[in-house]
């Protein structure tokens, strides 16, 4: 089993920023593909960016240029730093994480983008 823990998540204005965090519980962290979803009320949960054993990144085209996802295997943690915020972020962010064939989600940490 893999737990999840997100952090940083809280109101911030538009053109802001804000970095989340996601410690991963155990010994496995570094095989894990990682990533970062998120859902807006009423709109179903979408995936934001993802990193992969190696360091490679994904990123949804809404946020790329803007949002940078990173890993440190010594602390069994991924970031998501979020620069340029818009109202349009406003959502859940959930953590994610895959290991041979299992999914595994963080309780999720709330981001509002508002003036």
């Known amino acids: 089993q893999v737990q999840l823990v997100e952090s940083g998540g809280g109101l911030v204005q538009p053109g802001g920023s804000l970095r989340l965090s996601c410690e991963a519980s155990?010994?496995?962290?570094?095989?894990?593909?990682m990533g970062w979803y998120r859902q807006a009320p009423g709109k179903q949960r979408e995936r934001v960016a993802i990193?992969?054993?190696?360091?490679?990144?994904y990123y949804a085209a809404s946020v790329k240029g803007r949002h940078t996802t990173s890993r440190d295997n010594l602390k069994n943690t991924m970031y998501l730093q979020m620069n340029s915020l818009k109202p349009e972020d406003t959502a859940v962010y959930y953590c994610?994480?895959?290991?041979?064939?299992?999914?595994?989600w963080g309780q999720g940490t709330q981001v509002t983008v508002s003036s």
């Open positions: 994610y994480a895959h290991l041979d064939g299992s999914d595994y």
């Open positions: 155990g010994s496995i962290f570094s095989r894990l593909v």
């Open positions: 990193v992969n054993t190696g360091g490679s990144t």
